[in-house]
């Protein structure tokens, strides 16, 4: 099976893209509404949404469009939380579900090492032009 295909905002970040730019020359990002995931949705339980207000306020780069991701991540922890509470034995798989939604929000320390984030270039700076000294200095 090939690998996945690397997400283009994925790539400015790490770099691949100035590596290797003709790899990801006609590839174009959706874009994103950047508005924040918001509440939970009133169907979830009370652990689940508690889940939810940490993830959310943990993890600032979720936006709208993560809420479905963000949900099966709350669902997943929720209820490993609510079997251990319980006593119940938590399954390999439940804990591999948990694992791989946390790793599709960037939540595991494993997939935050994996990006770097450049500070952000503003080009849009009103005082940029006062940041050189003027040509008499130079």
């Known amino acids: 099976m090939p690998r996945p295909r690397t997400p283009l905002s994925k790539a400015k970040l790490t770099g691949a893209d100035r590596k290797d730019p003709d790899r990801f020359r006609d590839r174009a990002e959706p874009k ?3 508005a924040p995931v ?18 959310a306020r943990d993890l600032g780069w979720l936006v709208k469009e993560d809420r479905f991701a963000l949900e099966s991540a709350c669902l997943a922890i929720a209820q490993v939380w609510t079997m251990h509470k319980a006593g119940e034995p938590v399954t390999g798989a ?7 939604a946390l790793g599709n929000l960037g939540a595991s320390p494993a997939d935050r090492s994996k990006v770097n984030a450049a500070p952000p270039e503003d080009d849009d700076d009103p005082f940029a032009e006062f940041d050189a000294a003027p040509e008499y200095l130079s």
């Open 94 to 100: 439940l804990f591999a579900a948990m694992n791989s």
């Open 32 to 34: 994103t509404s950047k």
């Open 38 to 55: 918001g509440k939970p949705p009133a169907y979830l339980d009370k652990e689940a949404k508690a889940v939810w207000s940490e993830l």
